[in-house]
């Protein structure tokens, strides 16, 4: 699976955007961007995933550049209850062997 | 919403002793896997499991690991002799045929003495 590179920390003001950047140039064509996140010590949890297009879910969206070589996790409004370590995870549709943990970006939400 | 059962939440054992956490799947999921996470640092992959045989594991999963799923629900992870360097938090996590999202239980937190 590609490599990624995510920033290891972030702030963010309560019911402000947050965005979260990702870059992993090595992607290749067939791995897709998946987003987890984990709050305190609980098990991670599947945030979205993408290939190509924006993609969008009831908990963020997804936005990759055309050349798939960075992407950026989207929060709309978030809550103090999103301060979690967020993981970018690059891997090929399909495959079933391990998800690479990172050292992800810890995103702290402030009142 | 389905979700990945583990026990027990917390478990304090002795050097030396064996320890098994159990690991209940989301129904008509496939593959199943164990990661730990020492206190402060990374979530690791330790073993994946299908069909019921390993796929993959990692050096951290020595002889002093095994996994089965004994009666075709629970999935498990023995340790048979604890080390210290073994505390840490397991979790489990399952995924079906399609998107590859893992679904990741709230873990399993061992501490040896």
């Known amino acids: 699976d590609a490599k990624t590179t995510q920033p290891p920390s972030m702030d963010c003001a309560e019911g402000r955007a947050a965005n979260l950047p990702c870059n992993h140039s090595?992607?290749?064509?067939?791995?897709?961007v998946y987003w987890y996140r984990q709050i305190h010590s609980q098990g991670p949890q599947y945030i979205i995933h993408?290939?190509?297009n924006n993609e969008t879910n009831e908990m963020a969206s997804l936005i990759i550049t055309e050349d798939r070589k960075s992407s950026t996790l989207i929060l709309p409004h978030a809550t103090l209850r999103d301060t979690a370590v967020y993981y970018c995870?690059?891997?090929?549709?399909?495959?079933?062997?391990?998800?690479?943990f990172g050292q992800g970006t810890i995103l702290t939400v402030h009142p | 919403e389905p979700e990945v059962t583990q026990t027990p939440s917390h478990q304090v054992t002795q050097m030396g002793q064996e320890v098994i956490l159990r690991c209940v799947p989301i129904?008509?999921?496939?593959?199943f896997y164990w990661y730990r996470q020492i206190l402060g640092q990374k979530v690791e992959f330790l073993v994946s499991?299908?069909?019921?045989?390993?796929?993959?594991k990692s050096e951290i999963f020595d002889d002093q690991f095994s996994v089965e799923r004994p009666d075709g629900s629970n999935f498990t992870l023995k340790i048979r002799s604890t080390k210290l360097e073994d505390s840490a938090m397991y979790f489990c996590?399952?995924?079906?045929?399609?998107?590859?999202?893992?679904?990741f239980g709230e873990g399993s937190r061992l501490t040896v003495l």
């Open positions: 995870i690059v891997r090929a549709l399909g495959s079933y062997g391990k998800l690479t």
């Open positions: 090595t992607i290749s064509g067939n791995e897709y």
């Open positions: 993408g290939l190509k």
């Open positions: 129904s008509n999921h496939l593959y």
């Open positions: 499991f299908y069909n019921n045989e390993i796929s993959e």
């Open positions: 996590a399952t995924t079906g045929a399609g998107t590859g999202e893992l679904f």
